[in-house]
């Protein structure tokens, strides 16, 4: 089965705190592709990041950073010196068979001044 | 360059009446999606166009739902009649489509319909 997993309902740290968001994804296809998304309250998805199968780099963007390890299936999510506009859902997301894109329930960060 | 396009933003209507929404995507994307977003849960998708066709609408409840890109272009969905527990945003997304190195699927602001 093809499947997004985010274990963490919510999150709250206070400002300049480090966090990490998980996200665990299951699939039998050898190529996929990994995404993040960002939800303010505004409501619309922003797309931060993808990475395929086949890169297992990982990648810092500012104070951003992603851990992909396919051995145990995780895309993890890093933000460093976290800020009150970091507040929003995050979510996971997965693309495979083409372009079947599901999505994991995503994980409410809360940044307290 | 203009992101994808949703209409409109909030929609009020009564249990059994018709409601569509309307979606046009980032030019030149082949790939169209409608998801429905419950609130406090994750998108879950409704149908998946390539072009015209519908691709993937296994999740698209046909009994009152429908959907159309007549041309490839934008597209519309349809719901009728409309019943309680259909109050949810509306997300439409676009994507370049197979075979595109940038897989990414860019989402409109969403529809918020509430049925009452």
């Known amino acids: 089965a093809q499947k997004v997993t985010q274990a963490q309902t919510e999150i709250s740290v206070v400002e300049k705190e480090d966090v990490t968001l998980d996200c665990v994804y299951e699939t039998r296809d050898t190529t996929y592709y990994l995404f993040w998304y960002k939800q303010p309250p505004s409501g619309e998805l922003v797309f931060l990041i993808r990475?395929?199968?086949?890169?297992?780099q990982n990648e810092i963007s500012g104070r951003y950073s992603w851990n992909f390890q396919k051995s145990t299936s995780s895309f993890n999510f890093t933000i460093t010196a976290s800020q009150v506009v970091d507040s929003a859902v995050y979510f996971c997301a997965l693309r495979y068979n083409t372009d079947k894109l599901i999505f994991g329930t995503g994980t409410r960060l809360q940044v307290f001044p | 360059e203009a992101g994808v396009v949703q209409s409109p933003r909030y929609k009020i209507i009564e249990k059994k009446q018709p409601v569509a929404f309307w979606c046009n995507p980032i030019?030149?994307?082949?790939?169209l999606y409608w998801y429905r977003q419950n609130l406090g849960q994750g998108p879950e998708l409704l149908i998946r166009?390539?072009?015209?066709?519908?691709?993937?609408d296994s999740q698209l409840p046909k009994d009152r739902f429908s959907a159309e890109r007549l041309k490839g272009v934008d597209s519309t969905l349809k719901i009728q009649p409309a019943e309680l527990g259909d109050s949810a945003v509306y997300l439409c997304a676009s994507s370049l489509g197979t075979g595109a190195t940038n897989t990414e699927a860019f989402f409109g602001q969403g529809t918020r319909l509430t049925v009452v």
């Open positions: 990475r395929n199968s086949f890169d297992e």
């Open positions: 030019s030149g994307h082949n790939t």
């Open positions: 166009y390539e072009n015209e066709e519908a691709v993937d």
